[in-house]
């Protein structure tokens, strides 16, 4: 099954099902008791609700909607830096723990959502990865046991400021609508081994990445083990899982994101992440605060 979240035709926020024939609202029909796809999954038996209407009459197409990020509202987004051995090699890495950071909610978009280039960025690079969504909370779990507590797996588009990043990541990583999240998160009945898919990225149609998640230093089981040690993990948190070689910033000549490019994650089983890079436009604060009033009323 695939969940997503979206505004519809009247720009209000909603999730739901999407299949072959359209998609399944399921913010109108459970939204009065589950009002995000967050909220649906920390329900008990969320997923098994919404699959009672995965068979009902579409109430929209794609082309009628907005696409939103997975979750739009994630308590804690934790990613995975040097979690490939081709990346590794690019950056020299030689620490053998999990380097982690983390993003904001409000850095995220969502699918053929504008990727905004920071405008005080010469470096704004790509990194396709993999996203998994927990479904089921904890804090001390076990490796063996990690599985159990994953809703779905998405695909994800990690800008990355590079100039920006200096002895940490988090300042060349929160950059407003910079982290692509989509187009769905795929539930877990349909990924029966999360480190067999096949990760590319595309920019501009030209294939930059190529990896198997069968090649991650830490696995997606280790990485849940390894957080819920020292964070206690709650329905729809997001862990971004790290991004194969071939990035810009190693690239001779370096090669980085402009507007107008198009950059696409395509993860087997799951889908194509599709976004256009804008530039930019920087808003004056009391600009910014109205804007985000008024849409938080429309909500």
Known sequence: MKLLSFRNARGHRSYGIR??????????????????????LAAPGGIELA??????????QESQISFL??????????????NYAAKRQEFNE?????????????SQTGHRRPVIKPAHS??????????????????????????????????????????????????GKNWRETGAFGPWLVTTDEIGDPQQLQLRTFLNGMQVQDDTTANM??????????????????????????????????????LFMKAGDT??????????????????VIEPIEDLQVSEAVEAAAA
Request: charged share 20%; aromatic share 8%; hydrophobic share 40%.
């Open 19 to 40: 299949t072959e024939r359209g998609i399944v609202d399921l913010g109108s029909r459970l939204g009065e008791r589950y009002p995000s796809l967050r909220a649906l």
């Open 51 to 60: 699959r009672q209407h995965e068979q009902a009459a579409p109430d929209c």
């Open 69 to 82: 990020p997975v979750i739009e509202h994630p308590n804690k987004i934790f990613c995975v830096g040097m």
């Open 94 to 106: 030689t620490n053998p723990a999990p380097t982690l950071f983390v993003r904001f909610p409000d």
């Open 122 to 171: 010469r470096e704004f690079d790509y990194e396709g990865e993999l996203a998994v969504v927990i479904g089921t909370g904890g804090r001390g779990i076990r490796r063996e046991d990690a599985l159990q507590h994953v809703a779905g797996y998405a695909c994800y588009m990690d800008g990355s400021a590079r100039d920006w990043q200096h002895t940490w990541f988090t300042a």
């Open 217 to 254: 230093i830490h696995p997606v089981a280790a990485l849940i083990e390894y957080i819920s040690t020292f964070s206690a993990l709650s329905p729809g948190d997001v862990i971004i899982t790290g991004s194969p070689g071939g990035v810009g910033k190693k690239r001779v000549p370096p």
């Open 263 to 280: 950059i696409e994650v395509e993860i087997s089983g799951i889908g194509r992440l599709f976004n256009v890079i804008a530039d930019e």
